[in-house]
């Protein structure tokens, strides 16, 4: 299994797909058409189906993507050496997204 990993962990490194996500031109991709057309469709579509949990998980991805993309959490490793006095918010928005997600999966129901 940690063989698995590891070539999995060269794929990712070798096409260099933690680069990509750094490097994202946010403003581009909302202003391209051919991400826009399908996003709103989704979006259009779980609307239609009235799927609110599905819209929250869409929502929820999309400000975890643009959190950790802001300079917070850029300074959170200065020259290697990870800044413990940053970390406890850091936990704290992972505990507040797990909690939300329970709650619309496990505590309240779409019907």
Known sequence: MADFFAQLLEFMNSTQIPTQFQEVDVKGLFTNGWFMLPFLALVGYQLFKQAFNNLMLILIGMGLWVFSGSH?????????EIQMDKVL?????G???????VYLFFIRSDD
């Not at 918010?89 to 928005?93: D, F, I, Q, T």
């Not at 505990?95 to 997600?101: A, P």
């Open 95 to 101: 505990v507040v997204t797990l909690g939300i997600i």
């Open 89 to 93: 918010p850091l936990v704290a928005v």
């Open 72 to 80: 917070y959490v850029q300074e959170i490793r200065i020259n290697g």
